[in-house]
Structures are given as structure tokens and as C-alpha cells.
């Protein structure tokens, strides 16, 4: 059997098809990861989240996952002109997906492959248990009653630091946002974990300050392997623990994937047709 870990496919199902063909992926024998973002401004999110449930995937919940359970819920304050998510609403077994999508984790462990995955950063604070314990919280109100106002105030960039030791801890909504824009949205922080959610260039073109997530001195999960996304302008890195997978296929780049094992191996397919946002 072999796991492979996959980077954003965004919608863009036909090159996901092309990429597990090159595997010779097996359903029955073989299992998916999926690192977030699996829908939302490709062409083909629909047949993507099918495929996900059908092959049982493991997948962790993405900014665009997330957002597609709020405009399902009405929530429409943020929709934006690249969205195309009108398949999905409108399928007629969208309820199944949507239910399915929603619960989803944040985070993913595999003590017996030795990796996690989450889709995009980890504050320099957490480690694993944390990391765990705060993706459990979100999750526990996603699969709950109360879900729908998460999702009314979910969008936000404040709070946008972990308290250090002896100040108040935070709570409610804001701990809770604070916790999803670590998983979904971080590329760059600051030393002391303030989070740079606005950088989104590759690196050398971020704000002073602004480091990496992973690049952090002394960050609490150093040691644990993760895979991860959501970062389509660093592209594929392998360094020391960590393994950068969205290759920016939506953009006419790259679909990843990742053979998890004790020497990981990456495959990819080239995307020259991938739709970008506001083509046809």
C-alpha cells in the first residue's frame, strides 16, 4: 500500500485524474491525502469532492473548503467574482458533500507514516499537541449545532497573535478565528507568531519582519513532519521536516504529489491548461 499526500487541487479535476493515472493509483490498495483547498476557482469542483468521498480520502479543510460551507450557508459577504462554486450548490447530492466536507479536521496525524498535515502554518508557539488540541476545538464547533454562526464570523484577520505565557488567553469567536487562520490561511509570521496574513508572494518579496512560518527560530513543532499547502507561489519545498506541495496547478502550474514514507518522493503533472480566475 502507498499514501500519497496531494497539494491544492482547487477544482482542477482533470489534472488530478491525469496525476493518479501516472501513479497508478489504486483505490483499493492505496490512500489520499489531500492538503485543503480541494474546490473553489477550478473548473471542476464538483467531480473533485466526489472523488475525495468516494475514495475515502483524508482530507484537512482549506480556506476555499471553508468557504464554500459559508456561502452554503447564505453567508455571502465575502464571495468573490472567481468563485465557482455554483456546481456544488447546486448538485443534487450536495447535502451528502457539504456534510461530508464539514467534517473534515484541520489537522491530520498519521503516527505510524510519521507525518501531519494541515494546509497552510502553524504558529511558532504550537506543537503537535497543541496543534491537535486547537484543531479539535474548531472542529468540535464545525460537526456541532452552532456551526453556522461560526461561520458568520469566521472571516477576519484579528486576533492575530498567540498570547505569550501569563497574558489572557484567547476566547470565543476570536480563539476560534485565530486557530482557523493559523490552519488556512499562514504563510509568513513574525518571530513572536504575529501572523502577516496579507504577505502572499513567494519569499523575498514579504514585509520586514515577515519570515516563513517553518522558517521561524525555535518554532514549537520543529521536528514534527508536516505537509502542507495553500502556497502556490513558494512551490514544491523540501526542507529539513516540512514538504510545500501546492504547485500552483489552478494557475497553469504544477499538481503535486507526495509518496509518504521514510524517503518521501514527489510526482507531478504539468497544468498548462488549468483555468484561472475570470477566463472563460
Known amino acids: 500500500m502507498s499514501t500519497y ?7 482542477c479535476y482533470d489534472e488530478l485524474q491525469r496525476l493518479l493515472d501516472s501513479l497508478h493509483f489504486d483505490p483499493a490498495r492505496d490512500r489520499l491525502w489531500f492538503t ?7 473548473p ?15 482530507s484537512v479543510l482549506g480556506n476555499h473548503d471553508l468557504h464554500l460551507l459559508a456561502v452554503s450557508e447564505g453567508i455571502d459577504d465575502h464571495r468573490g467574482n472567481s468563485d465557482t462554486l455554483g456546481p456544488v450548490l447546486a448538485a443534487h447530492d450536495r447535502d451528502e458533500l457539504l456534510a461530508w466536507l464539514r467534517a473534515r479536521p484541520l489537522l491530520h ?4 507514516l510519521g507525518f501531519a498535515m494541515i494546509h497552510a502554518g502553524l504558529p511558532p508557539q504550537w506543537d503537535l499537541d497543541t496543534a491537535k ?10 460537526r456541532g449545532p452552532d456551526y453556522r454562526e461560526f461561520f458568520a464570523h469566521m472571516y477576519g484577520n484579528e486576533p492575530d497573535r498567540w498570547p505569550a505565557p501569563g497574558e489572557p488567553a484567547l476566547t470565543g469567536m476570536d480563539r476560534l478565528r485565530f486557530i482557523v487562520n493559523c490552519f488556512t490561511r499562514l504563510r509568513y509570521c513574525g518571530p513572536d507568531g504575529r501572523l502577516a496574513l496579507k504577505a502572499k508572494g ?8 515577515a519570515i516563513p512560518w517553518f522558517e521561524i527560530p525555535g518554532r514549537a513543532s520543529r521536528g514534527t513532519k508536516i505537509v502542507f499547502g495553500h502556497w502556490s507561489t ?7 521536516d516540512v514538504w510545500a506541495l501546492d504547485t500552483g496547478c489552478l494557475w497553469g502550474g504544477q499538481l503535486t504529489a507526495l509518496h509518504l514514507g ?19
Open 133 to 142: 488540541s486547537c484543531a479539535a476545538e474548531v472542529e468540535t464547533v464545525l
Open 234 to 240: 513558494l512551490g514544491y519545498r523540501a526542507a529539513e
Open 202 to 209: 513567494a519569499p523575498g518579496t514579504q514585509p520586514d519582519g
Open 44 to 58: 471542476k469542483s464538483l467531480q473533485t469532492l466526489r472523488l475525495a468521498r468516494e475514495f475515502d480520502a483524508v
Open 5 to 11: 499526500a496531494i497539494g491544492d487541487v482547487q477544482g
Open 36 to 42: 485543503g483547498d480541494l474546490v473553489n476557482r477550478g
Open 109 to 112: 496525524h498519521d503516527a505510524e
Open 262 to 280: 521514510p524517503d518521501p518522493v514527489a510526482f507531478s503533472v504539468d497544468c498548462p491548461e488549468a483555468r484561472r480566475p475570470g477566463d472563460g
